[in-house]
């Protein structure tokens, strides 16, 4: 169990650097899944934790997506 609660203290921690980052560069809906996916693991809700974490996955995936066409279309 300790190992568990250290490995959602690390997450945690990333989290909130999405966060912040998601933040800094404009990318608002990503920090809400990020806060969302955080929130999961503060209640310890295992099935929306992974519902959730699928969610910042896709979003992520989406929004470098975004970003390289946006990159593209610049060059």
């Known amino acids: 169990k300790g190992y568990q609660k250290a490995e959602y203290c690390l997450a945690r921690r990333k ?24 929130n999961c693991i503060d209640v310890y809700d295992s099935v929306a934790l992974s519902a959730t974490m699928s969610r910042l996955l896709r979003m992520g995936e989406q929004s470098l997506t975004a970003i390289w066409d946006l990159q593209d279309r610049m060059h």
């Open 15 to 38: 989290l909130e650097e999405i966060e912040a980052f998601s933040k800094l560069i404009g990318l608002p809906v990503l920090e809400r899944v990020a806060r969302d996916v955080r």
